[in-house]
């Protein structure tokens, strides 16, 4: 990046004193914080509506009934005698109590039914029902994430409303959730069919995704669907690439044969990997995601039609379509959308066939004797245990016994310095070591203003972990005084590498740094945390990675 240096006027860049109101020029010295704590955003527990205007009516409606069918007002009077009333005054009371009755009828006609716009901001609160997968939402460190998260935030943020999710198994279950108004949206990569439409509204498409033909590396690749005729073809039960295979083969492909495998089963993709099918059909967008699971499946080429991408609406909300398409046009125009998916497609171009395949190897063979280690330290240090995993992985690939030229050591590269500071004495020890880097990144990341949000806070926390606190203070001066927001992780990371340059590092206070490492670091930090995020909440379990093993294992590669 080539900035203009003569932006800066003043002699040095400080902070605190005349920079940022934040900054603190030295790493102090306090208790290290148990105070950290990264929730869990489950979904919230669903309200249940009662209704009562129902049983007011039975109750008034109804006489209660007691003794020899009497009514409650005469129920005192002797058996045999009823008072009479004059024929007169009955006429009367009958004309009053059928005059009621019309006006009532007439009121209760004459109000609207309120619409599903106007119930979900009475409500304050926009229920979606959504799958969880990589690409539409899964609980990270932070809280939940996902594409569909992420828009589905933007849009009940745009109402002016809160946002509740429940996330289900599979399609059926989200359009039961539909049908029983559970859910005013549906929103999950959603492509929306006949069986949709017996349920709800669909919305404009908000993006065409490719759908993609892959096999494993190394075997000729077909170039079309005719080629996949006689072969071992995969796909998901109930899918929108199913759905696509049948079209096709109506199309004038009648030999296109396929195996089905169930939502609840195994991953296609795995399929292949154990040499059970030839070729499996999936979603451009989880491929980009799933690959780094999968590195030895590659793309063959793409079906000819991509899919639309839309939501379903609960069936009576046509005004709430509406809304949603004005919706998508507005961020589509307004960039927002773009914004909203990169956080995937930044994951996704970052793949590395031979880093991937590495990291794979590693969650079988290393991570499950050191996971619980992780955990422990994030009892004490109130860290996600994953976030703690990515930030070792990053510094030594979980190698317990790595040691740096500047002599830092084990997991969590811990150097003397730093063990001291946090109270470990044998930084050797593989637990000590884990609690160590725990701690001393629970100690920066409180050290970071609390006015920042998250997860910016802990981006900024992991560059200071790896450059220092001062460099990242210099960073955030020199990014306010470039005119951008010093607690973004995004502005502070285009200005870090200014810190290598003369120009710049010369008016700052701490001078010089390799400004370039810090935004390399937090970058691989992201993408392995966002690996071990999905694993741990998916049925590709962390927990029990044998199957991962026993295929690593078979593998002639050696990492150490």
């Known amino acids: 990046m080539n900035a203009d240096v003569s932006q800066i006027s003043e002699p040095r860049l400080y902070g605190g004193e005349g920079g940022i109101r934040t900054h603190v020029p030295d790493l102090p010295d306090h208790p290290i914080s148990s105070r950290r704590r990264y929730d869990r955003f489950g979904t919230s527990p669903r309200e249940r509506w009662y209704s009562t205007s129902g049983m007011k009516a039975a109750i008034f409606n109804q006489p209660r009934v007691y003794a020899h069918g009497q009514s409650a007002r005469h129920a005192w009077l002797p058996e045999g005698r009823r008072p009479r009333l004059p024929r007169r005054r009955a006429l009367g009371r009958c004309t009053l109590t059928l005059t009621a009755a019309c006006t009532l009828l007439l009121a209760s006609c004459a ?46 943020q745009r109402l002016g409303v809160r946002l509740e999710v ?18 005013d949206i549906a929103a999950a990569q959603i492509t929306a069919d006949a069986d949709w439409r017996r349920v709800g509204l669909p919305t404009q498409s908000y993006q065409q995704v490719a759908q993609l033909v892959v096999q494993v590396r190394g075997r000729p690749h077909p170039h079309d669907v005719t080629e996949l005729c006689g072969t071992r073809v995969v796909v998901r039960a109930g899918s929108p690439q199913l759905a696509q295979l049948r079209t096709i083969r109506h199309r004038g492909v009648p030999r296109l044969l396929w195996s089905l495998e169930s939502n609840a089963g195994a991953d296609p993709l795995e399929q292949l990997e154990s040499g059970r099918a030839d070729y499996a059909v999936v979603d451009a967008n989880e491929f980009a995601f799933t690959q780094h699971l999968y590195p030895d499946v590659s793309v063959a080429f793409s079906l000819p039609d991509p899919r639309p991408l839309q939501w379903v609406v609960r069936a009576d909300g046509a005004d709430l379509v509406t809304a949603v398409d004005r919706f998508f046009a507005a961020a589509a125009s307004s960039g927002e959308l773009a ?35 992780f955990q422990e330290a994030a009892v004490e240090t109130g860290l996600d245990w994953r976030l703690l995993a990515a930030v070792g992985y990053q510094e030594s690939k979980w190698q317990m016994d790595a040691v740096s030229s500047d002599g830092a050591r084990g997991i969590m590269m811990l150097t003397s310095d730093a063990a001291n ?10 637990s000590e070591n884990i609690l160590g ?35 990242l ?49 937090v970058q691989q930090v992201r993408r392995y945390l966002e690996v071990l995020e999905w694993l741990d909440s998916s049925t590709w379990s962390l927990h029990a990675p044998q199957r991962v093993l026993r295929a690593a294992l078979a593998t002639p590669q050696r990492y150490d």
């Open 437 to 471: 880097g725990a701690r001393y990144l629970a100690q920066v990341i409180d050290t970071i203003p609390k006015h920042v949000p998250e997860p910016d806070r802990t981006w900024l926390a992991l560059a200071a972990y790896n450059v220092g606190y001062g460099h």
């Open 339 to 373: 914004r909203i998916r990169q956080p995937a497609d930044g994951d996704a171009s970052a793949f590395d066939y031979l880093e991937a395949h590495r990291f794979r190897f590693d969650i079988a063979a290393r991570l499950p004797q050191l996971q619980p280690l």
């Open 111 to 156: 109000q609207p039914h309120s619409s599903a716009l106007e119930q979900i901001r009475a409500r304050g609160k926009l229920r979606v029902v959504t799958l969880d997968s990589p690409t539409s939402y899964y609980l990270s460190a932070h809280g939940p994430q996902g594409f569909e998260y992420r828009l589905a935030s933007a849009f009940a």
């Open 166 to 183: 429940e996330a289900v198994l599979d399609e059926a279950a989200m359009r039961a959730a539909l049908a029983q108004d559970r859910a």
């Open 473 to 521: 203070e210099d960073a955030r001066v020199l990014t306010q005084h470039l005119g951008k927001n010093p607690d973004s992780w995004d502005d502070v990371r285009a200005q870090l590498p200014l810190l290598a340059q003369a120009p710049w590092y010369a008016r700052l206070k701490r001078g010089y740094a390799r400004g370039s490492e810090p935004t390399q670091f």
């Open 421 to 430: 500071a946090v109270g470990i004495t044998h930084r050797e020890d593989v």
